[in-house]
């Protein structure tokens, strides 16, 4: 698999565990307030990182480009960022507006990366190996 697939399901699970971990903490307190951070956490992180990296696996050659490993720095940054300054907003901490705002124009840049490497032309899904008859 390539570096860049890995990558990104090391990173989505990680944000699996804090999401789960921000849900069941709703789940137990009965105090549903960060629901906001928790379903970002989970479908921002948790699912479409693992989607990157469901797309780079099946094109290895481009998770091999500068420019899809740029877009991994940039959409996690974004996403680093937006998890726990959103919690703290929905928390009540009103100065965290800025970074959740700024954030989440920092995950917009990496879609559109994302999208910008999806459209270009250099792509390959592997197929399957020839093997020898016997
Ligand atoms: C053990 C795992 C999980 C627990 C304990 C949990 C818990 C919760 C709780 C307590 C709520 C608030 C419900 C409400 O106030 O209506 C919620 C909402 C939500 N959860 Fe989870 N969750 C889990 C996993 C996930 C996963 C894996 C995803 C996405 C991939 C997810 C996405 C969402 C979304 C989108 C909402 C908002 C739903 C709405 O507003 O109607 N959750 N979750």
């Given amino acids: 698999m ?41 479908l921002l992180g948790w699912v479409s990182m693992a989607l990157f990296g469901v797309y780079y696996a099946l094109n290895p050659a481009k998770a091999e480009r500068r420019i899809a490993m740029i877009q991994y720095y940039i959409y996690t940054a974004g996403v680093v960022i937006m998890v726990p300054s959103l919690y703290m907003m929905l928390e009540g901490n009103m100065a965290m507006e800025p970074l959740v705002a700024a954030s989440s124009l920092i995950v917009f840049v990496g879609v559109l990366l994302f999208a910008f490497v999806l459209f270009s032309s250099k792509s390959t899904i592997s197929a399957p190996t020839p093997q020898p008859m016997r």
């Avoid at 699996?16 to 549903?32: P, T, V």
């Fill in 2 to 42: 390539p570096r860049l697939a890995e990558l990104y399901f090391k990173t989505a699970v990680i944000f699996f565990i804090i999401g789960i971990g921000i849900g069941l903490k709703m789940a137990i307190s009965e105090d549903h307030t960060v629901i906001g951070a928790h379903a970002h956490c989970n």
